[in-house]
């Protein structure tokens, strides 16, 4: 047994370089540029700080910031927001829905935070479960709320909102039939499938290294 102590240290030690290969590989993939020119990050301001410089420099093409998240101000959206501009990146506000607090408030919140800006790309809306709300009201009364919501973001961004919805919430609301507005979709690596309605925007990777990030982002690109 002792002979093959130093095949089997060798093989574990080849699998482990292997992996290590992929992983890296992983953390540099993106979408074929060819097919998808315009590919760019969502964040949040806890993630940075970021050199918007060099991510544009890096390849990013624009970011798209979470602003507000149910009544919350994004701590880092109003110092990144110019920022973002300033480094030639195209930049989009982010509002993460709460199923907690009354849609009237969360448009406030957003309505005070983002400013107008000519040439920002649409706002998007994220509709998730969270783990510190428990709220889970009639679908009759989240489609009236979410509405409400849309209709006051889009009056002031001026552009139709995207939709991204996770899939344990359209399990259980069927929400993107009901909300006809442009489709932020994630996938990890595969191109999105069959989707109720072409998307506009994908998430393709979870974890994209990129010059300019403290940290792995989420990396997306725009549909061609």
Known sequence: MKRWLPVIAAGLIGLGCLGLAGWRAAEGWTPSRARYPFQGMDVRGGEGPFEWRQLRAAGASFVYHVATEGTARDPGFEGDWDAIAEAGLGRGAVHVYSFCAPAATQAAAFLALVPRSADALPPAL?????????????RA??????????DAIEAHSGHPALLRVSPEVERFYQLTAALPRPIWTSAQFFAPGLAPRPWRLWRASGFHR???APAPVHWDVIAP
Do not use: M, Q
């Open 210 to 212: 990129i010059e300019g």
């Open 126 to 138: 994220v509709i998730e479960f969270a783990p510190d709300c428990a709220a889970r009201p009639d």
């Open 141 to 150: 009364t989240l489609l009236a709320e979410l509405r409400a919501l849309l």
